[in-house]
């Protein structure tokens, strides 16, 4: 299956650019949060110009940039070893966020779709939007060393002058050849000076790694990412052990969340995982990295796949890359009460909504219903009926 299409898109040249640099001004994010004090602000319809053009979907596959440590991780055959390099790739996770805080992500509607193949990571990754109130993405990544699976549920605390979003649900990482199943819990993220001067985000909390696929592993990760003192001093600090079963420290890590992550003790410290470095005039393009730049590129060889509720045809988002604000804006509302007009359907047929390619499974997350790769396939999306999104 996997093989069929994706031999040529391999070869393929990606996108070096988005179409148009990022647009600025306009947006007052005062009157917008000052006029919904107290609201829950997912229930606000927020003015384009606020997002960048990818969405919570594509956010989640972002997060898969560094799965070349969970390939490591598959060949490693010291379990402490193993965990070391899992606990680097859930560093990593987070090295994205840097260069973003300006903008938020476009909110998808409920069974709003997401793929991508990339033959050159080893990896294919689905993803859709399973709740719009509360707003949930779910996704489900496989390659032949792993499998990654994880839903992204958000509490938002806005502060008046900093914003925290407290994730809810649990991220799991499979590797079969060892039978390991690591589950991980993710830190709190907080924007600072959301409403005046130069926003910034901040990561901070414990996130705590467990193999609970084994009975011989009972080691844990400890991850810290410690809360700065100020802007400018020991910022996006992480700081991790690995101990064994008895509670004795194996291993030590350090290193900042957006930029390295070292095992052992200076100085003679070994570099696991660092981050790539940034395109040119990134800041001009959304803080966006390469591999990001890349997620919503749409081209002949991969449309005729997609089905219409993939992201890269939702016009208000294309428009924002392209650009065009006025476009975007006229495109999101009328999207938006597409969705409203659904919604009060289904509630007048006393019909929930149920997602197509994920199910709600009883430890409390959404996981993959297996079907999504086998459809595409045979016989195709384009045989098969969708609702109209958009
Ligand atoms: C709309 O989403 P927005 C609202 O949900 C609206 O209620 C709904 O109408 P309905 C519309 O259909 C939606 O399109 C609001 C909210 C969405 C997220 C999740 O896109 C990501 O207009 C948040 O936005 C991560 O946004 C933030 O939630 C990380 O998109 C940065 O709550 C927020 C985020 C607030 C951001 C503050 C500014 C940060 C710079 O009638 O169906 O209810």
Redesign the pocket.
Known sequence: GIEKDNTDRSMVQRRLRLPSACVSGGVN?WS??SANIGK?????????Q??EPV??LQ?LCEEMEYCHLLDTAAHTQDPHMRMVYVAAFAVSMYACTFT??????????LGETYECERPDKGFRFISEQVS??P?VSACHCESKNFTLWQDVR?K?K?WGKS?E?VPVGTTHIVLPCFGDHYELNRVT?C?HN?LSGQ?W?EHYGEMTIKNTGTIEDTSVCKVTFLKSKSRSLNTNDVEAVVTDSEGHVVHSLFGKWNEALYLGDPPSAICIWRANPMPEDYEQYYGFTQFTVELNELNESISPFLPPTDTRFRPDQRLLEEGDIAGAEEQ?ER???L??ER?RLLQENNITHTPRFFKWSEDDSWISNGTYWHLREDPGFSKLEFSVLW
């Open positions: 994010v917008i949060l829950d602000l997912s229930k606000v319809a927020m003015p384009v606020l997002n969405n919570t956010r973003r805080a300006g903008k938020k992500p476009f909110n998808p509607v719009h109130h707003p958000w938002n806005f914003m979003i993220s924007i959301i926003r985000i999101k999207i938006e009460s969705q409203r919604r």
